[in-house]
Nanobody, 118 residues
Framework: QVQLVESGGGLVQPGGSLRLSCVCS????????MSWYRQNPGLEREFVAS????????NYADSVKGRFTISRDNDKKTVYLQMNSLNPDDTAVYYC???????????WGQGTQVTVSA
């Protein structure tokens, strides 16, 4: 059974950095496109960044371009989100998503809270 576990969230001051991690267990990680999303209460979950299974292409929301970097380590079955120059608008629960390139099935993690505040 595929399971995604995020970590690395927390409280950070504006201008600070955090690195989120998401470990995929029970999956053939190399066959999954990976993404990060975020959500605040009462709002829709929004796309943040994605990376293809082969790590040959990445995509970012305009709001995070130049500040966030998505990467993956297929040997560790882990996807990362390096977040720099954080501001209060980045406060949200961040979710990891895995999408099978073979079957199109998606899985979500439980989320990790990121709070940017002075």
């Amino acid at each position: 059974q595929v399971q995604l576990v995020e970590s690395g969230g927390g409280l950070v001051q504006p201008g600070g950095s955090l690195r989120l991690s998401c470990v995929c267990s029970g999956c053939s990680f190399r066959r999954y496109d990976m993404s990060w999303y975020r959500q605040n209460p009462g709002l829709e979950r929004e796309f943040v960044a994605s990376i293809t299974s082969a790590a040959d292409s990445t995509n970012y929301a305009d709001s995070v371009k130049g500040r966030f970097t998505i990467s993956r380590d297929n040997d560790k079955k882990t996807v990362y989100l390096q977040m720099n120059s954080l501001n209060p608008d980045d406060t949200a629960v961040y979710y990891c998503k895995a999408r099978s390139t073979l079957l199109g099935i998606t899985y979500w993690g439980q989320g990790t809270q990121v709070t940017v505040s002075a």
